[in-house]
């Protein structure tokens, strides 16, 4: 299994707060993404990094930012959540050629807002 | 931009019996294609990948064709086992809405193997 992990496993929080969640990986992968996984939508893109500050946004961005200082840790911030944004969130690496290598995806975490 | 549409579920079959689930993308250009797959409480794990026109993605028991005349990329597997309960996901990288390490993903099928 490639080197993922995601912390925390599980959040519940109250509407309005920030919420952190953070993907460490030990691959050394170029590529790291931010997926929400939600019924009847399959898993959206969020956000993703091509390399250390470097980051863009994916189609469902609002609400959300990233952080990027290694090359090892992703960091997915909700600044004031929001029921909608309770959902699973899945953290995904890729390695250095994007046209043949594959995303390999972390356990997931998974956000209630109440 | 680039979509992809998977059949709907959930699918339920009995063991051994033959399985298909359909999926079909819109893209330009030549898009990479793939399925995922999902065991309860998991993330998702590739299943297989076809990376141009013809090509045929094979793994467990499972295989997909490209069919680029068609824009499809349908999954099926001859005998279904109990521990294939799952959901797939079809997915594309690449085409024409977005750079080339992005993946569209489909809805997810739910599929469920009774003994």
């Known amino acids: 299994d490639a080197g993922i992990t995601q912390s925390p496993r599980h959040k519940v929080t109250e509407t309005g707060t920030p919420v952190t969640l953070r993907c460490h990986q030990t691959e050394n992968h170029r590529y790291m993404y931010w997926y929400r996984q939600d019924p009847g939508h399959g898993l959206r893109l969020i956000h993703y990094s091509y390399g250390v500050k470097d980051t863009d946004k994916g189609e469902v961005s609002d609400g959300y930012s990233v952080s990027r200082s290694k090359t090892e840790d992703f960091l997915l911030t909700l600044e004031s959540a929001t029921s909608s944004q309770t959902s699973v969130y899945f953290c995904a690496i890729s390695d250095l050629d994007p046209l043949v290598g594959e995303q390999f995806f972390g356990p997931g975490t998974r956000l209630t807002v109440l | 931009g680039d979509s992809v549409t998977q059949m709907e579920g959930p699918v339920t079959l009995s063991e051994e019996a033959f399985l298909t689930i359909n999926c079909t993308y819109t893209a330009t250009g030549y898009p990479s294609l793939f399925w995922y797959v999902q065991y309860p409480g998991e993330g998702l794990q590739l299943l297989l990948k076809?990376?141009?026109?013809?090509d045929k993605g094979s793994n467990k028991g499972f295989e997909a064709t490209y069919r680029k005349e068609t824009t499809s990329f349908h999954l099926e597997k001859g005998s279904v086992q109990v521990s294939d309960s799952a959901v797939y996901f079809c997915a594309l990288r690449g085409g024409s809405g977005g750079s080339n390490y992005k993946l569209t993903f489909g809805k997810g099928t739910l599929l469920t193997v009774n003994p």
């Open positions: 076809a990376t141009k026109a013809d």
